[in-house]
């Protein structure tokens, strides 16, 4: 009999035929991408029908922005300000260069936000539990709170800056100690700076967690990941960082430090 068992699951590996638990966690795979994307499409739909028949702008602040935007040239004056990083005026400003006018571009960068907020929570739940269902539940109760929903459709800063330090918090649960994953973290931070100074915050909280796992296992190695995650920082921060230490004197340039 054994022998007969032995000869089945040869013939299957000759036949190729599928081994169930790869099959099942294909599955598994597939169900997460398409469960994942029918979410991201059903807040981009309730965001866009929403924004469809609005015609004034709910962001007060979004007129100086709107404002920066037209007002940016090559001299690198223009791209410091102390209250908002130039992350939104440049995208709005691409917006301008397509043909699409301030208050959409502004609305669509915000659900654009909102999407990578929901993955970010989505990824950060996967790595947490390992289970495609509870990432796809995680995702789909952050669809419905209050904050995404409104925030989403928000022109201004608040949803983008957010879904990028969600989605960087997300991508660093995959392994804190893997300098690409690190570097690709810092980065997502760096991007998140660009559009609202408070990524400070998650940039420096990052900072003390990889700072204190690598003493936690107390290997040299891992000290590597401090510096790798501050120079992801750096380069997403770029367009920001350049000109402030150029006009101002100083990298990290602005008027924000009780807020932060």
């Known amino acids: 009999m054994d022998e007969t068992l032995l000869t089945n699951m040869q013939c299957n590996a000759a036949c190729g035929n599928p081994n169930p638990r790869k099959w099942l966690k294909g599955m598994k795979q597939v169900a997460w991408a398409v469960g994942s994307l029918a979410l991201a499409a059903a807040l981009i739909t309730v965001e866009v029908s929403r924004c469809r028949g609005q015609i004034t702008v709910s962001n007060i602040d979004f007129f100086g922005m709107s404002a920066r935007a037209k007002l940016l040239s090559g001299t690198l004056s223009t791209w410091v300000d102390g209250f908002y990083p130039i992350g939104i005026p440049l995208l709005l400003r691409m917006g301008l260069a397509l043909g699409l006018d301030v208050v959409r571009t502004g609305q669509i960068v915000s659900v654009f936000g909102g999407v990578l907020c929901i993955y970010g929570g989505a990824l950060l739940a996967w790595h947490l539990t390992r289970s495609h269902a509870m990432a796809l ?124």
Request: aromatic share 14%; hydrophobic share 50%; proline share 4%.
């Open 137 to 260: 539940l995680t995702m789909a109760y952050l669809f419905t709170t209050g904050n995404i929903l409104f925030f989403a459709s928000f022109e201004g800063t608040d949803m983008l800056a957010a879904g990028l330090q969600v989605l960087a918090l997300g991508i660093l649960a995959g392994n804190p100690r893997h300098k690409r994953v690190v570097l690709l973290a810092g980065f997502v931070n760096g991007l998140g700076y660009l559009v609202r100074y408070t990524a400070m915050v998650t940039f420096v909280v990052c900072l003390v967690y990889l700072l204190t796992m690598a003493l936690y296992h107390r290997e040299r190695r891992d000290l590597w990941t401090v510096p790798i995650y501050g120079l992801g920082f750096l380069l997403g921060a770029l367009p920001q960082v350049v000109p402030s230490l150029l006009v101002k004197g100083t990298p990290f340039y602005q008027t924000q430090a009780y807020h932060i």
